[in-house]
């Protein structure tokens, strides 16, 4: 009978299950299949230089060999460096097939005539084992760290999408419309193709009611044919097969009609639905924009309630200030009475002459922090305002030697009145006859001077305050202008001032 020899060689002993743990896996394996018999031949290479591995041959002589049973030699190594260098499996003659199949099915798996190569079998399953584990070990760790570095950029990642889902909402807005606008073409198109249809199901219905009436008259043309003889019995065959046919075109087409009416009326559903999905995002296009104007004309609101209220805390912190130090003044004016009353025995003349001194310096002294507070409005009411924001996209804004125009003039004078003029007392009429004529300004336009420059308006401003303040508060003895007792009785408030003795400006030659 034909025999199976496997002969294993190796140079080096067999590793240990601590040695095959230390393994190196990037260690390159080189496996050969062997086209003849479907083993494999693997060779594993030593951990130690070529010239050990030689002089390890040549010691081999000198060593004492011990084999295994199953016909593995083992040459043990001095330097304990060593991994199998060689393992081969092989047929040295070719059996029958069924003593091959036989024989290659016990290979490393427990049979009786390869009982030896279970070592070498058992051997080679831990290293392929350990380079698995090692390969699995390897992609978890991998897995892990590139998930914790993923990880540190998510948080910026989120605020970065936020941004874009807030520039992607608008733009779902826009085409949100485009949609809206597409879908009443798609309407119109349906209500079209409905009509069409209609049209079709009533020419159908024609044809159907023209096909009955040949078939009516067909039946009755084949009742006069069988009243003759033999000979037309072909022709009422040939009839009757027509009266068939035609009735198969009868159902078809009433067929055609019943699916054409479920269309319509899948049609007509779609539409409505349609229609009505229009009509919501009409409804909630004018809801958005209703509240974007809302919010747009609080936002304006607010911001002239903060100016307005700005202006009062000026006004009454100053009323405060003022109040604050006429209680100093009283309590001085106490104190010098006690005081007076004690050193000159109630000299009522020197008391009189003093207090009217004081009161004058009193007077001064109110009457300078008034000035100065109308210097203020006209000279800092572009800072203590919202005006440039509010204008601040105009074109005589950005060119202040541009005109302002009819456009806006009139809003522009109004919030000079209501900021300046009105603080100050001072008549918009009169004011803007002072900006047609005075020579400083130099404007040649028409009155009112609606195509005057900003440049011009803020000059006209402060030129027509400091002519004001001029009236209001003369230098010295002068009789132009108001005098203290005028401030005194309308107790330094320019509101209850008579009219008559109110600034007019008048034109100088």
Not at 191 to 208: K, V
Not at 376 to 401: P, Q
Not at 488 to 498: D, L, S
Request: aromatic share 8%; with cysteine; net charge negative.
């Amino acid at each position: 009978p034909l025999t199976t020899q496997h002969q294993i060689e190796s140079t080096q002993p067999n590793p240990t299950k601590s040695e095959l743990s230390t393994l190196n896996p990037t260690q390159p394996i080189h496996a050969i299949r062997d086209t003849n018999s479907m083993n494999i031949i693997s060779d594993w290479l030593p951990s130690s230089s070529t010239a050990a591995a030689t002089n390890n041959e040549e010691e081999g002589q000198r060593r004492k060999s011990r084999t295994k049973p199953g016909g593995i030699s083992i040459n043990p190594d001095t330097s304990g460096d060593w991994l199998p260098k060689s393992l081969i499996i092989q047929n040295k003659i070719m059996p029958s097939n069924a003593e091959a199949n036989k024989k290659s099915d016990g290979v490393c798996c427990g049979s009786s005539s390869s009982s030896s190569l279970i070592p070498g079998c058992l051997s080679n399953r831990k290293v392929i084992c350990g380079i698995i584990f090692y390969a699995l070990i390897a992609t978890v760790l991998w897995s892990f760290f590139f998930s914790r570095s993923f990880s540190l950029f998510s948080r910026q990642s989120q605020i970065e999408e936020l941004t874009e889902q807030v520039q992607i909402l608008d733009g779902e807005i826009d085409e949100l419309e485009i949609q809206v606008d597409r879908l009443g073409g798609e309407v119109d198109r349906l209500g079209n193709e409905t009509d069409r249809l209609e049209n079709i199901n009533g020419q159908l219905n024609i044809a159907a009611s023209g096909l009955n009436e040949t078939l009516f008259f067909l039946a009755g043309l084949n009742s006069d044919l069988n009243i003759t003889g033999t000979t037309q019995e072909e022709l009422t065959q040939m009839l009757n097969d027509a009266i068939e046919d035609v009735g198969v075109i009868n159902g078809l087409l009433q067929n055609s009609i019943s699916a054409l009416g479920d269309r319509i009326e899948s049609i007509s559903d779609l539409n409505g639905s349609l229609n009505s999905t229009i009509v919501d995002l009409k409804e909630e296009k004018e809801h958005f924009k209703d509240i974007s104007q809302s919010l747009n004309s609080t936002n304006i609101d607010l911001d002239a309630r903060v100016s307005t209220l700005e202006i009062q805390l000026f006004n009454i912190t100053e009323q405060n200030d003022s109040l604050s130090q006429h209680n100093k003044d009283l309590r001085s004016i106490v104190t010098f009475l006690n005081q007076a009353a004690i050193n000159f025995n109630s000299t009522v003349e020197d008391v009189a002459g003093y207090l009217a001194d004081d009161i004058g310096e009193s007077i001064d002294l109110v009457l300078t922090r008034l000035e100065l507070s109308y210097q203020d409005v006209s000279f800092y009411w572009r800072c203590a305002t919202s005006f440039e924001y509010f204008y601040e996209d105009r074109l005589w804004m950005i060119d202040r030697y541009a005109s302002i125009g009819p456009d806006d003039y009139s809003d522009v004078m109004e919030f000079v009145e209501e900021h300046v003029l009105d603080e100050m007392c001072a008549s918009r009429s009169d004011f803007e006859l002072f900006l047609t004529n005075d020579n400083y300004i130099g404007y040649t336009g028409s009155s009112p001077p609606v195509n005057i420059s900003f440049h011009n308006l803020v000059s006209g401003i402060e030129r027509y305050s400091s002519l004001m303040m001029q009236y209001y508060f003369p230098e010295g003895e002068s009789t132009n202008g108001l005098s203290k007792e005028i401030w005194t009785n309308a107790r330094y408030n320019c509101q209850n001032i008579p009219t008559a003795s109110r600034y007019v400006w008048t034109q100088e030659f």
